[in-house]
């Protein structure tokens, strides 16, 4: 089998909603499993690692100046999923309020992370995200500052704010909706 086809079978997977089914199935002890099944875990596990030091790390360094809350991602996996491997995650999302973008973007590009396109009245308004890329390890970073799309009602943010939660993620402890704020996702 082919890389080309290793990873369809995979998109594919993705497509049919099999990755949470998989990832369980791959944790799970004495199991044999395919060598290419075997490469795939140890890959998706490092970028977990990863994603859940590099959150602690921009979370830590934007705190003191910028409210936060991490959304979906890992920390939604801690919560929601009895193993939180069920949860595939491929980047960060942060909820911030407008007013603290460009703290945030000074904060992000002092941790090597770069704006994948400017802010611009435009993106504020027709968007709810802003892009950054990390330039060594590639990880992805989306500044969020509305919690559903545009097309849908509009969620006040001093709520989810003032209700806030934290949580265990590896060694540190990151801010995130509220339990039942999180039904919002579903929308």
């Known amino acids: 089998m082919g890389a080309t086809e290793e990873f369809s079978n995979w998109e594919n997977a993705a497509r ?5 089914v998989l990832a369980g199935w791959m944790t799970a002890g004495g199991v044999d499993l395919p ?3 075997i ?6 596990l490092k970028r977990k690692v990863l994603l859940r030091l590099i959150t602690n790390q921009v979370v830590g360094a934007l705190e003191p100046d910028v409210a936060v809350i991490v959304e979906k991602g890992e920390p939604l996996g801690e919560m ?18 407008p007013g603290d973008l460009e703290a945030a973007e000074a904060i992000l590009n002092s941790l090597g ?7 611009s009245v435009g993106t504020l308004q027709t968007n709810k995200q802003w892009v950054f ?7 992805v ?3 969020h500052w509305q919690i559903l799309l545009p097309s849908q009602p509009h969620v006040p943010l001093a ?6 939660q934290r949580i265990p993620l590896g060694r540190a402890t990151v801010p995130v909706l509220r339990a039942d704020w999180l039904l919002l996702y579903l929308a």
């Open 16 to 20: 049919l909603g099999l990755i949470p």
């Open 35 to 37: 060598e290419n099944v």
């Open 39 to 44: 490469r795939f875990r140890g890959d998706f």
């Open 80 to 97: 929601i999923f009895p193993d939180s491997s069920m949860r595939t995650s491929g980047d960060i999302d942060l909820l911030l309020p």
């Open 113 to 119: 992370f770069s704006a994948t396109r400017g802010l």
């Open 133 to 139: 890329k990390h330039e060594t390890h590639g990880v």
């Open 141 to 143: 970073l989306e500044l």
């Open 159 to 164: 709520p989810l704010f003032e209700t806030k």
